[in-house]
């Protein structure tokens, strides 16, 4: 006879947000309430936030976060960049969350670690569907030992 | 007075899970993967009060065949992209053989599982497995679609599009770039 333990609630993929606009933020949640993936969402008003939420001495970490780029105090490229010199945060997928659609803007944060990048959508179901998508890839990449160092995704 | 502890979640877990068979008289072995065999079957009661006990510790008992099963059509599926010759099966017919289930129901219970078909659990597979070629080896986009069981690169380079938004060759391309600077930061 065989059994398999697992810490309860392993199944829940943990997810952060850092948006400064609160409609953004709003609209975010709401998405993703209508997902069928269960999640649990951490909200942030901007850059300075998240990292001291990263940083609390007994966090636990999300699988994936959420990062818009124009935030005041700190922006979302330093965020990105202090994330992945961490060696702490590495297991943290990180999805910038943005209305730019610069090609070198988009390039620039893959090569400085961003695993996805994420057109902000104009209307709802849009923004559902694409934070579906998000979710459901990044969620293979949680439980099916997919290469992590390669995982980008550019929606 | 306070004192700070460190504590490794390993080794508490397994002890925990030591002292509570032990205490029910269950000779056992406790695998590093979370697996613990059982030496003897246990009655209704008894696994009742292990479950019981263990909860309060926040262990909890996967009698959850299903999650089992969903891993197994995983592995099937990597077994079969790594055999490395091209497929004579589809991926169905090939699932079904080696598991002994129906597709309809091997299929159902994956999406269920893991939010994603096994259609696209195997594209995305694939992708991963180009990906890491393109990554650390100088092959071709030709001999990786090759490898692969691509009819063409053509087909090769939408699916990849498709699934990570990006071309292959700008994938290099950041990959490049990423090593490049770490490179600079060293």
């Known amino acids: 006879m065989k059994i398999q333990s697992a810490q309860t609630g392993a ?145 | 007075m306070k004192i700070n502890v460190k504590f490794d979640l390993d080794i508490t877990c397994k002890k925990v899970l030591e002292e509570q068979l032990n205490k029910l008289d269950i000779p056992h072995t406790i695998y590093s993967s979370g697996e613990v065999e059982l030496k003897r079957m246990l009655s209704e009661e008894e696994l009742e009060e292990l479950s019981g006990n263990l909860s309060t510790y926040g262990i909890q008992i996967l009698n959850d065949q299903k999650i089992a099963l969903v891993q197994r059509i995983k592995n099937t599926i990597n077994e079969m992209l790594e055999a490395d010759t091209p497929q004579a099966h589809t991926v169905s017919i090939y699932l079904s053989e080696k598991l002994n289930y129906s597709y309809t129901y091997l299929s159902n219970l994956f999406s269920e599982a893991t939010y994603t078909s096994i259609e696209n659990f195997v594209i995305l597979r694939k992708v991963d497995h180009a990906k890491e070629l393109m990554a650390n080896t100088d092959l071709t986009l030709t001999e990786i679609a090759y490898r692969l069981n691509y009819s063409s690169v053509a087909h090769l380079s939408s699916q990849f599009k498709k699934t990570t938004g990006l071309t292959p060759t700008k994938f290099q391309r950041i990959l490049e770039k990423r090593r490049g600077k770490r490179i600079e930061t060293i």
């Open chain 1, 11 to 155: 199944q829940i993929l943990n997810i952060a947000l850092a948006d400064d606009d609160e409609d953004d933020r709003q609209f975010f949640q709401d998405a993703i309430e209508d997902i069928s993936i269960k999640t649990k969402l951490s909200l942030l008003n901007d850059g300075q936030e998240l990292m001291d939420y990263l940083n609390l001495p007994n966090v636990v970490l999300p699988n994936l976060v959420f990062l818009d780029l124009n935030m005041p105090i700190k922006n979302g490229m330093q965020c990105l960049k202090e994330i992945r010199a961490n060696a702490d945060l590495d297991k943290v997928c990180i999805a910038i969350y943005s209305t730019s659609c610069s090609e070198n803007d988009i390039e620039d944060t893959f090569v400085n670690g961003a695993n996805i990048y994420l057109n902000k959508p104009n209307n709802f179901n849009k923004l559902r569907d694409s934070i579906e998508k998000v979710l459901q890839i990044n969620w293979q990449y949680h439980t099916s030992n997919l290469n992590r160092d390669n995982f980008l995704l550019r929606l």
